[in-house]
Structure formats: structure tokens, C-alpha cells
């Protein structure tokens, strides 16, 4: 075992001159590097011996005094730096710092190459080697038996806390917690906060990690702040086969970790993905199955209660029920490949899913859910007996907590919209899942400013788009509208929705003028323009419901 003691005992070494932290001379040397950029301190591995020039820290004492904190923090072993280059002399306030942390500061003499310490150092270690991959063999067997007994997450991070001696907390990618090491662990307690029904790590509280530093796929540390005392945590990002599952927290609360730990963190990572695929898995079948059995529900293939007797099921055949689609379109992605785009999408259903389960499961006990792509769909179970009204107020209430809920769970960039069918006996679902998804389709395009939409409010549009082919609704909208639609384009005028609101108000001029918040003449004037522009008389009452009709075949086809 190499220490710094032994290393400044080595002859190339004896006029290398230690000048503060004689209580770190026992610190193992496992490796060595070199460090000029402040941005590569997370590139910096537990054990090593560090050589620099001082440059990047030459000016500033805050600077100085950071990144020893930090290296002692990673737990290298020890600072070499060569002065009178950058630095005139090692300062004393690095100095006072690294015998205070036990981090030995040893002076290069003027002339010694970076390349030559790092070659003998190298050499020196390169027969524990042997020592290092035996202990991590060991390491990967307790991962694997862990594993292949399905201990979960719960002894996956109660498994690694014991190898590390560190309180450890794993996190998904959404900064959720999984799992703890320990609930009572004061530390634990102080900075896990709770959100609704789930437990979340404030990752906020890093003010300084860099960007997609989870792409770094290596552990990097950053300081937690408890009651102004500041805490190491190592944080790992874990990555398998290009896909982002979460992170692995190490609260170094008993010790700095060293190279082994480090080797521990790295197969707990993997152990992590394997049991995040385990459950990703579990929840894709579960889901199938759920998905195969709704798609033959709502597709009128079961068609009698003997039928649905065959499914392990707790849809209640006496009850009246409603099919609810919630579709989930988010914006402001940055993945670079379609495939990201959909792993991305993926990980959201899925969680959105479990997560709205876990919500729904105890508050409305009719209630079945599943995932279609970016949709989830519920059918929802009322009683039979309630009157239309009612059963009305209790499908929108629903679908207005859900919906909340959700948006509570999310991103800002998220954009969450329920379109609802009729209330139907369960054996005539198709026709309500049919009706959810036609709201879809006419909604395509538009800005939605209602979040929840009925089938009942869509039931002229959807007769006119099924009855008349876009061929003849556009003849029949253009024969009216044409020149009104044409003009307006041509002198950038606002007379089509004028003639709108001027029907929806029954011809009426007090009401129109209100409604378009423009005064009594400035309609009058509108309003005889807008004559002269169509080809029939406005005051007539069958051209009056002809040009609701015309402008509402034209907003179904633009």
C-alpha cells in the first residue's frame, strides 16, 4: 500500500517538501492526476494524489479555500503544487486549511516534471491492482445475490450504505425517492422533503451542478447545507445502455469514501438499473394485460356479464359508467434523437400512471385506469340511479381533481386536457370511448382554453363532420361566406367574427356590442358592411341558421 508517508520516502521524491496536513500522511494513494481546470474537480477519483500548478486558484483565497474543502470532500490523499510559477509561495491560508482537514500539501521542487511523479506514482501502485479487483468481485457477488433474490430497491440502498458506511438514498430521474438506507437517520430526515404522496430530494439546493451532469455517468460532490453546516453528499448518476434511471445519493456523514467505496457505488448503479428494468418490466405486463382487456371492452367485443366473468376483474356490471381520456402533450423537449424523445415519453406515462393509481385507488373506488401511448384512459362507474344532472357533476368533478392532480405532479411545459364520452351501461362502452376520442379529433389544432370537454357540448360538430364530406362542407361555406372571408383577408378586417357573435346574439345590437366591447355604431357600421358582402338577406330567419352553419363548417376545416 502506497501512503503519502511512503511516497516522500521514495528517492525521486526526498526533496519534496511537506509544508501542512502531517495528520493525512496515512492517506492511501490509489491513483494520481493532474488538475489545471477548476471544471475537472469532478472528473477527480477518492484516493488520488493530485498535482497542480496552483493556476486556476493563483488569486482569489475564497477560490483557494473552496477547492481544498472539495478535495478533501472527493478524499484524494494529498496536494502536490509547484510555486513560483503561478503561485510566488503556497499561501498560508491553504495552509492553516489543509492541516485543519488533515490534507497533506507537499511543495514540488522548481524543475520536477508533472510526467515523471506520475509515472514512478503509477508504478508504485500498480500491484494492488490484483488486491482492488479481487474486493470488487466480491463487491459485484453481494450486488448480484441481492438482485437474484429480489430484495428491491429497499436492500439495494440498505446493501450499499453498509459497504460505504454512509447513509444512501436513491432517487429516480424526477428527484423522487425510492428508496432510503435508513428512514431514522437524522441527516435523511432533515432533507427529504414530503409532496403529496410521495417523498422527494431537493435537488435545488445544488446551486452548482453542471449542465446535464447526468450525462457525465461518474460521481461527482456537492455540499448539502443542514442548519448552516454544510455536509459532503456524493452524488451518481446512474446510466445503462443510453437510458437515465435516477441517482444514487451518499451522505458522508461517517467518513470521506474511498476508491473501494467507489467501486461499491458503481456496481450499486448497475444493481439500480437492473432493478429499475425489473420494475419497468412488471409495470409494461401489468399494463398490457390491463390495456388488452379494456381494449376488448371498449371495442364491443364483450358483449354479456357471463363474458366479463372470465376476466379478474372489479368492474361492476350494475353500474352506469363514463369513459374519461386524459391526453398529456409536453413541450420544451431538448432530446436529440427520436429515440430519447421516446424513452422520455415512455418514463413520463409510466409515471404518471403509477402515480395517479396510487392517487386514485382509496378516493374513487369505481374507477379503472390504463396508459395508450400519451393518453391515459379511466372509466369511471356511477350509479344508475342518480339523475342526469348529478351523474354530470360527479364525472366533472372527477375528471377536474384527476386533472389537477396530475398538473400538480408535473411541469409547467406540460399541456393536460380531458375530453369525456356519455354515460353508458358498461356493454355499451365502445360508443362513450368513441365519443371521448372524436372530441380529440375536433379539438386537433385548437388552443385549449377549457381543460375539460364533454361529447354532449361536441354533438352538432361531430353529426356535421360524419354527415358532410370536407368537399361539400366547403362549397356550402364558401357560397356564403366567400367574399365576406375574402375581404376580410384582403383589408385586414375582423367582419366574419362579427357576423359570429352578431348570430350567437340573435341579431341583437346591445348584447353584440357588449359581448365584442365595441360601441353601438361602430356594429351598426360593421354590421351593414357585412350585408353588403353576403349573398343572401340577414334578417331572414332560414339565412340566419344557413350562416351559423356555413361558419361553423368553416371553423370545422381550418
Known amino acids: 500500500m ?47 494524489l493530485l498535482i497542480t500548478s496552483g493556476y486556476f486558484f493563483s488569486e482569489n483565497e475564497e477560490i483557494q479555500r473552496r477547492f481544498i ?42 524543475g520536477i516534471a508533472f510526467s515523471k511523479i506520475m509515472n514512478i506514482v503509477m508504478a508504485e501502485i500498480s500491484g494492488r ?9 466480491d463487491i459485484h457477488s453481494q450486488f448480484f445475490e441481492i438482485s437474484l433474490h429480489g430484495g428491491g430497491m429497499t436492500k439495494i440502498a440498505a446493501g450499499l450504505a453498509e459497504m460505504v458506511n454512509n447513509p444512501v438514498v436513491l432517487v429516480d430521474t424526477e428527484w423522487s425517492v425510492n428508496a432510503v438506507s435508513d428512514e431514522k437517520q437524522p441527516l435523511i430526515q432533515a432533507t427529504i422533503e414530503k409532496t403529496g404522496n410521495t417523498f422527494r430530494f431537493p435537488v435545488q439546493t445544488f446551486t452548482d451542478l453542471p449542465t446535464d451532469f447526468e450525462r457525465i455517468q461518474k460521481p461527482i460532490t456537492r455540499g448539502i447545507f443542514v442548519e448552516k453546516q454544510e455536509h459532503p453528499c456524493v452524488i451518481m448518476p446512474v446510466y445503462f445502455d443510453t437510458i437515465h434511471y435516477g441517482f444514487i445519493l451518499v451522505y458522508q456523514t461517517q467518513r470521506p469514501l474511498t476508491d473501494l467505496d467507489y467501486v461499491a457505488l458503481e456496481n450499486g448503479s448497475m444493481a439500480f438499473a437492473l432493478e429499475q428494468m425489473r420494475l419497468f418490466e412488471i409495470e409494461r405486463t401489468e399494463n398490457r394485460i390491463r390495456r388488452d382487456f379494456f381494449d376488448q371492452l371498449l371495442s364491443g367485443q364483450i358483449k354479456d356479464v357471463e363474458a366479463l366473468a372470465a376476466y379478474d376483474t372489479t368492474i361492476d356490471p350494475s353500474l352506469n359508467y363514463t369513459v374519461l381520456i386524459l391526453s398529456i402533450q409536453s413541450f420544451g423537449q431538448t432530446s ?91 356493454f355499451e362502452l365502445a360508443q362513450s370511448f368513441e365519443e371521448a376520442k372524436k ?24 353529426f356535421l363532420v360524419d354527415s358532410i364530406s370536407k368537399e361539400q362542407g366547403k362549397k356550402f361555406y364558401a357560397h356564403y361566406l366567400n367574399t365576406l372571408l375574402t375581404y376580410d383577408q384582403e383589408n385586414n378586417t375582423h367582419f366574419t367574427p362579427t357576423l359570429k357573435a352578431y348570430l350567437a346574439h340573435h341579431l341583437n345590437i346591445a348584447t353584440t356590442s357588449r359581448a365584442l366591447f365595441i360601441h353601438r355604431n361602430t356594429l351598426l357600421y360593421r354590421i351593414e358592411k357585412i350585408k353588403s358582402l353576403i349573398p343572401v338577406d340577414l334578417e331572414q330567419e332560414k339565412n340566419t341558421f344557413a350562416l351559423q352553419l356555413a361558419l361553423k363548417l368553416y371553423e370545422l376545416h381550418h
Open 69 to 110: 474543502q472539495r478535495f478533501k470532500e472527493i478524499n484524494c490523499s494529498a496536494i502536490c503544487i509547484k510555486p513560483h510559477i503561478y503561485l510566488k509561495e503556497i499561501p498560508k491560508s491553504i495552509r492553516d486549511l489543509a492541516d485543519e482537514l488533515a490534507l497533506p500539501i507537499i511543495e514540488i521542487p522548481y
Open 336 to 426: 436529440t434523437s427520436l429515440m430519447q424523445k421516446k424513452q422520455s415519453e415512455d418514463r413520463l406515462m409510466k409515471s404518471l400512471l403509477s402515480s395517479l393509481t396510487t392517487y386514485t385507488t382509496n378516493r374513487f373506488s369505481h374507477l379503472h385506469l390504463f396508459s395508450r401511448k400519451n393518453q391515459l384512459v379511466m372509466l369511471l362507474g356511477t350509479d344508475r340511479t342518480l339523475s342526469s344532472v348529478k351523474t354530470h357533476n360527479e364525472v366533472s368533478d372527477t375528471a377536474e381533481r384527476i386533472r389537477m392532480y396530475l398538473e400538480q405532479q408535473g411541469h409547467s411545459e406540460r399541456e393536460i386536457f380531458c375530453t369525456i364520452g356519455s354515460t353508458l351501461p358498461i
Open 439 to 462: 372530441v380529440i379529433q375536433l379539438l386537433e389544432g385548437d388552443l385549449k382554453e377549457e381543460k375539460i370537454y364533454f361529447f354532449n357540448d361536441f354533438y352538432f360538430d361531430s
Open 2 to 48: 502506497l501512503t503519502v508517508k511512503s511516497f516522500l520516502q521514495l528517492a525521486p521524491f526526498k526533496t519534496f517538501q511537506l509544508v501542512a496536513g502531517a495528520n493525512g500522511l496515512t492517506n492511501e494513494i490509489t491513483g494520481v492526476n493532474i488538475l489545471d481546470n477548476p471544471d475537472a474537480s469532478d472528473w477527480l477519483s477518492a484516493g488520488e
Open 129 to 137: 491492482m490484483n488486491e482492488l479487483n479481487q474486493a470488487s468481485l
